[in-house]
């Protein structure tokens, strides 16, 4: 029965972690519930960076009552000092009794120190309970923690036949209201969005969150090795900060020019294309935990060739538009047999509408001949 309890309420705190997902930064998103005798006394999430744990506010809430209660926590409560005070002094100062954690910690900084630390103070602490939810509901911050570079997620509307627009270009709109709605909900769940010089000289797009309420706008990054994107293109407003990715051989005006108009660009490898490694290991200094990747076909197989997508989601809509030289969302020669061809692993499919996301990770890298583009078509 008691374990029947700690899921109830484990997966209530979940949901709370979930409701602020996009809105922690580096931070993972955490929640708290803590119960006494049966009863919920206080609960709380991590709203964002810098400000109170989960922990704490529902402590706060809880007040008096956190003594001999039992708090279920999404992801170990922290043991150091860092813009905050560690929980887990926080969680034995209020008396709490016992501690259910769903995750341990990746953090170096904490990795099983925080569950130590409360076990010295003679705590109860059980771990485990929902944890591959928790796991996969902090994927981005599991990956930056350990890593620096940001978790990636490429996205793509496709048709099924795998187009990403018909033989002339066009393609507004292939997937239905619904899959846009989910996808401006991911981006709002991003810390940037990324796609390539050629999608902003052929769409012209904002690259913004677009949602029936407020959203957070992504930073917006440009793949753009020769600066070709115009000065005019709407992705250069003041809507989002913009920044530029090229190589040491771009036009030294024209990189002067985007500054001018509040652009960052960022030199990445001497060219001729974006070293995407460097790229990524930029961004990531830059505190940039998660990226939507939203490129065209030579972009979206140049970053899983370097081996640096960690998740796809491709919208599917029921349409079938063939044409010879449609364009497709990945610019593979592909491999000569199918035993070689990329697999993914965990697998999810969800219904938008009359669409359908199929999601999943890569499970293992390109080999570098599975992909070949020619330089007229060149993404960045």
Known sequence: MELLNDEFYMQLALNLAG?????????????CVVVNEGRIVGMGAHLKRGEGHAEVIALNMAGSEALGATAYVTLEPCSHYGSTPPCCERLIAEGVSRVVVAAIDPNPLVAGRGIQRLQEEGIQVETGVLEQLAKAQNEIFNKFIVTKKPFVTLKSALTLD???????????WITGVHSREAVHTLRHRHNAIMVG??????DDP??????NIPGLHPLRIIVDSALRIPETARVLNDTA????????RADV???DKLRELGVE????????KVDLEIAMTTLGDRGISSILLEGGGVLNGAMLQAGLVDKLMLFYAPIIVGGEGAPSAFAFTGPEEMSSALRLSGVTMQAFGEDWCVS?????KLNSEMIGVTADKEAN
């Open 241 to 248: 900060p913009t920044i530029v990715l090229t190589t040491e």
């Open 206 to 211: 904002e690259l913004t969150t677009r949602l």
């Open 360 to 364: 999943g990770y890569p499970a293992k």
């Open 253 to 255: 005006s024209k990189a």
């Open 19 to 31: 409701g602020a997902s996009g809105q922690t930064g580096v931070n993972p998103v955490v929640g």
């Open 265 to 272: 660009v960022l030199k990445c490898g001497a060219g001729p």
């Open 162 to 172: 795998g187009r990403i627009a018909t033989r002339t270009g066009h393609s507004r």
């Open 197 to 202: 010089a050629g999608t902003v000289i052929a």
